[in-house]
């Protein structure tokens, strides 16, 4: 069974993984404040578009594939430009009823899997900007920009280089002559 293009705010997500649906939606920035902090230009942002996929996981779990495309600008951490930051993740969520049944599953068997709390009402804006959140670069920049040379401290060649007074420079003389 499938679902697309609709609007989807919540997702009963046991339904989905049970019943193997696959839904296409979108998330706009708007329904992601804490995202929008983290980004330039955010008015700009396009809406992310959204698979979710239900699936089997291991033991027979509800599962889901959490397919995420979009872009987004940062600050470059080097020239200080606008940087467009590519979002293509895919990630593969178990889910269970509680907490103590996550800590019940052994690391080898959920190591491919995000095991989650699922839920009947599973918020999909804010399941969506935890995966894009943690899909940005912590220091975004450039493969080809360099610093700005004012604030590099090297001096070009058309500028004067300005020597500096050095205090403790006739200190070795001083300390001789004792």
């Known amino acids: 069974m499938s679902k697309s ?87 593969p969520f178990l889910f269970v009823k509680s907490e103590a049944e996550a800590n019940r599953i052994p690391v080898e068997e959920d190591e491919d899997w995000e095991v989650v709390v699922g839920s009947e009402h599973m918020d999909v804006a804010a399941w969506v900007q935890e995966e894009i959140i943690l899909s940005l670069p912590n220091f975004p920049r450039h493969d080809d920009c360099e610093a700005p040379l004012k604030h590099s401290g090297i001096a070009s060649e058309d500028e004067e280089v300005i020597e500096r007074p050095k205090p403790f420079a006739n200190l070795r003389d001083l300390l001789k002559k004792n």
């Open 5 to 91: 293009n609709q609007n989807f705010s919540t997702v009963d997500i046991f339904s989905v993984a049970t019943n193997r649906q696959k839904i296409n939606t979108t998330v706009s920035i708007s329904e992601m404040p804490e995202l929008a902090s983290l980004i330039i230009n955010s008015e700009t942002v396009k809406p992310f578009a959204i698979e979710i996929e239900g699936t089997e996981g291991v033991r027979g779990l509800p599962a889901a594939m959490l397919t995420i495309e979009g872009k987004v600008q940062m600050r470059c951490t080097r020239c200080t430009q606008p940087i467009d930051i590519d979002i293509e993740r895919e990630v």
